[in-house]
Nanobody, 124 residues
Framework: QVQLVESGGGLVQAGGSLRLSCVAS????????MGWFRQAPGKEREFVVT????????YYADSVKGRFAISRDNVKKILYLQMNSLKPEDTAVYYC?????????????????WGQGTQVTVSS
């Protein structure tokens, strides 16, 4: 069992930056994959970015390419999401997710573990 805890959300103005963190504990995740998803009020949860924990292979949603960057600390077992040039449409609850399989994926149903979410609000 893997526990995921997100932090770093908050209120920022359009054009600003924010970095989210996701701490993994309970067992090693070195052989799996992780990702970030987000859900705005009244909308379905959507894919943001995913990464293979050990290999570093990444896939980004078109809506965040060039603005967001995913990274991880292999020692501390922390996943990061650096968000730059934030837009009001980025406003959502951001969720960290993990899967036992090593292959990264954009499919929500393929993930086994989820964090509680952290709120990101971008004002115009």
């Amino acid at each position: 069992q893997v526990q995921l805890v997100e932090s770093g959300g908050g209120l920022v103005q359009a054009g600003g930056s924010l970095r989210l963190s996701c701490v993994a504990s309970g067992r090693t995740i070195d052989n799996g994959a992780m990702g970030w998803f987000r859900q705005a009020p009244g909308k379905e949860r959507e894919f943001v970015v995913t990464i293979s924990w050990s290999g570093g292979t990444t896939y980004y949603a078109d809506s965040v390419k060039g603005r967001f960057a995913i990274s991880r600390d292999n020692v501390k077992k922390i996943l990061y999401l650096q968000m730059n040039s934030l837009k009001p449409e980025d406003t959502a609850v951001y969720y960290c997710a993990g899967r036992r399989n090593v292959e990264p994926t954009a499919k929500l149903s393929e993930y086994d573990y989820w964090g509680q979410g952290t709120q990101v609000t971008v004002s115009s």
